[in-house]
């Protein structure tokens, strides 16, 4: 007769150890499980905790949900005296102001068949922006690489002068030549404008390169009345008011300066700051990003109004396959050529308000900007040819502040609360739960 093997049973050693743990448990309502006989009990504990675990789980989702979506809060501060604000940048462009002397150099160097064709197509290069593509002429006598470098021998680098409240600024120090959407322009009192200027060396060699801050000029309630001047501007020029840590917005109107005209006008600044404390939070948490926190592709710092250009880049190389002049472009990127700047023209409305693709341009706001707002302007005759004296002439009374309101810490508590509240248990009673299925168990069943 076969002899039966003997399998043990090892159901009374798992039930004694899962009615162990219960009973250990800190965990309310797991004694009751493993203690009571009832099986009317049992169900109604086991009702009971599964409620509570059900609970204590959508409000932690909730409390994680609010974390990392909406941990932030602005507030107003009106305490004036303990901060300082900026003094406005100014990007202008000046209306006639090419280098005739250059031109004919070019002209004479590049030897063309029809020469006032050429000369004809370069001047309208010189003033070409988003906005005028389409009075671009029909030209094929300079290679589409060299438009930029062409520009900037035409141009008068005569520049002007600078005071701030009667200090006369060195302009190599504080003026920058800047390629905007608007054409070639000059930028003053902005950190930034050196990433859009030919001194921006890496840009030559397709990299991108945090630059130390340069200075900018900071303006205080006891400071008094601040403005600053710039003169001696050979022609009349466009005048664009922004941030420090912002570009030029080409959907913008400028303000006109006419030739040997004097504008004076002056803004009231509102100003969005954001705390230390934000920086150690994910972007998607501040539903914001600092200049030096860019994603692009390229530009090598992050502002808003860089973001949409960007975007204007990329529409340009879906559309016709290649980017404007004046936009930074990559290596395995194409320059346009006057057929390609001419194919741009018919997108003109389409490239500037974005209002097409605003789903696929994701641009977040920056933490920390300034806005203006005229408050008074006036425009006369002068002299001394053209002028723009400009400035803040009442102090902000309150900013904007980005803090944390909701931190990590807050997190744990709540937390602590939510599982003291639904299971009165602790820190320590998930430790014992993670202990009881892991080494305890181990050591059960190897004893």
């Not at 520049?159 to 322009?185: K, R, Y």
């Not at 912002?246 to 100003?271: C, G």
Request: with cysteine.
């Amino acid at each position: 007769m076969e002899q039966q093997r003997i399998v043990p049973n090892r159901k009374k050693p798992a039930t004694k150890y899962y009615r162990e743990f219960l009973v250990g448990s800190n965990v309310h309502g797991l004694y009751q499980i493993g203690k009571t006989p009832h099986i009317l009990e049992k169900t109604l504990w086991t009702f009971l905790l599964i409620a509570s675990a059900y609970y204590a789980f959508s409000l932690s989702y909730m409390t994680i949900y609010r974390y990392y979506t909406n941990p932030t809060v602005i507030s107003v501060d009106r305490d004036r005296y303990l901060w300082t604000t900026y003094l406005p940048a100014i990007t202008f462009c000046l209306s006639n102001n090419m280098n005739e002397t250059a031109l004919d150099e070019i002209l004479h160097t590049v030897r063309p068949a029809n020469s006032s064709k050429l000369k004809l197509f370069l001047t309208s290069l010189f003033y070409s922006n988003l906005s005028t593509l389409h009075s671009i002429l029909e030209d094929d006598q300079i290679d589409p690489s060299n438009y930029l470098s062409t520009i900037v021998k035409l141009y008068d680098n005569t520049p002007p002068t600078i005071t701030v409240s009667g200090q006369v600024l060195n302009t190599n120090d504080w003026l920058a030549q800047t390629f905007t959407e608007m054409g070639l322009c000059y930028c003053f009192n902005s950190p930034l404008a050196v990433y859009f200027s030919l001194k921006y060396q890496p840009w030559l060699v397709n990299q991108q390169t945090i630059l130390p801050l340069s200075s900018t000029f900071e303006l205080h309630p006891l400071d008094g009345e601040v403005s600053a001047n710039i003169a001696n501007v050979s022609t009349g020029f466009n005048v664009y008011i922004h941030g420090p840590f912002e570009v030029p917005d080409v959907r913008r109107r400028p303000l006109v300066v006419p030739n040997d005209h004097l504008l004076q006008v002056y803004y009231t600044a509102l100003s969005i700051i954001s705390s230390e404390d934000t920086k150690t939070l994910r972007i998607r948490q501040r539903k914001c990003r600092f200049y030096h926190e860019s994603n692009l592709t390229h530009f090598p710092v992050y502002s808003y109004l860089i973001c949409r250009m960007e975007c204007r880049i990329r529409l340009a190389l879906n559309l016709c396959g290649c980017v404007p002049h004046f936009y930074r472009k990559l290596p395995h990127e194409r320059t346009c050529d006057v057929k390609g700047l001419k194919c741009l023209a018919q997108y003109k409305e389409q490239l500037i308000s974005l209002e097409h693709i605003n789903a696929s341009c994701f641009c977040l706001a920056n933490c920390e900007q300034v806005s203006y707002v005229v408050e008074e302007m006036d425009s006369r005759q002068w002299f001394l040819k053209s002028n723009i004296q400009y400035g803040i002439k009442n102090f902000p009374e309150m900013r904007f502040k980005r803090d944390i309101i909701f931190r990590f810490s807050d997190l744990l508590v709540y937390f602590g609360g939510v599982m003291g509240l639904f299971f009165g248990c602790s820190a320590l009673s998930v430790m014992e739960l993670i202990y009881y299925f892991t080494l305890r168990l181990y050591w059960f069943i190897k004893s």
